[in-house]
């Protein structure tokens, strides 16, 4: 499996609802990450997770909670968000040193 | 500070055409890593090609390589025979190390094959 799945793949929630994405992988991989992307943008960090442990989180708004439950999943929970936090989440692995980072389909969030 | 730039924010490219996508980026660290994603209207990142600061030869993998000229601190990708479904954004991305393993984006190019 050479796979990083992402759900779900779009996601429509107003500003007072509580959601969660989900990311898994089982590559073996023990890095785990959460981008931002916005339209016609670059992908933006916002949080590493290393075996488990959250490694790195830029300054991201505490409406956005990122868990790593194992070392085969991710999740990003989404809480009182707004609508200018629509984008495309992506979720990515890697091992801790080499080329292998592979990225998932991603989830497209609208926030009404 | 690491930093990816990538000029050409469009691109036309007729079909079975070469063409070149260029990156410059800028560190001070003697070791890191670069990569080019592609990412079509559908959302998935798509690694395409890798290259570590240590290689001796250029990367290439099928119809892609990597021009890699270290000192210019250049990655162009040149896409060979160029097909329809290559329409996309381009990425560039540099890993530095000691940085909890993140990429660095450049701005990526769009890429239209013309028939």
């Known amino acids: 499996d050479t796979e990083v799945t992402q759900t779900p793949k779009h996601l429509v929630m107003g500003m007072t609802n509580k959601k969660s994405l989900k990311c898994e992988q089982h590559?073996?991989?023990?890095?785990m990450y959460w981008y931002k992307q916005k339209a016609k943008k670059p992908p933006e960090l916002m949080f590493v997770?290393?075996?488990?442990?959250?490694?790195i989180n830029e300054s991201v708004p505490s409406r956005f909670s990122p868990e790593c439950p194992n070392s085969s999943l991710l999740n990003l929970h989404l809480h009182a968000l707004q609508p200018e936090d629509s984008a495309l989440y992506l979720c990515?692995?890697?091992?801790?040193?080499?080329?292998?980072?592979?990225f998932g389909s991603g989830t497209r969030l609208t926030v009404v | 500070a690491q930093k990816i730039t990538q000029t050409q924010p469009g691109m036309f490219v007729q079909e079975k055409e070469a063409v070149t996508l260029d990156c410059t980026y800028d560190t001070s660290d003697p070791s890191y890593g670069l990569f080019w994603y592609k990412q079509p209207s559908s959302g998935e990142m798509i690694f395409l090609i890798y290259q570590g600061s240590y290689d001796q030869q250029n990367a290439t993998e099928g119809r892609y390589s990597l021009n890699f000229q270290k000192a210019r601190k250049s990655a162009n990708l040149v896409i060979s025979a160029s097909q329809l479904g290559d329409s996309a954004m381009y990425f560039c991305?540099?890993?530095?190390?000691?940085?909890?393993?993140?990429?660095?984006f450049g701005g990526g190019t769009r890429l239209m094959v013309k028939p």
């Open positions: 990515a692995s890697s091992q801790e040193a080499g080329v292998g980072y592979t």
């Open positions: 991305a540099m890993r530095p190390p000691n940085a909890g393993n993140m990429l660095t």
């Open positions: 590559m073996g991989h023990r890095a």
């Open positions: 997770y290393s075996y488990e442990k959250l490694s």
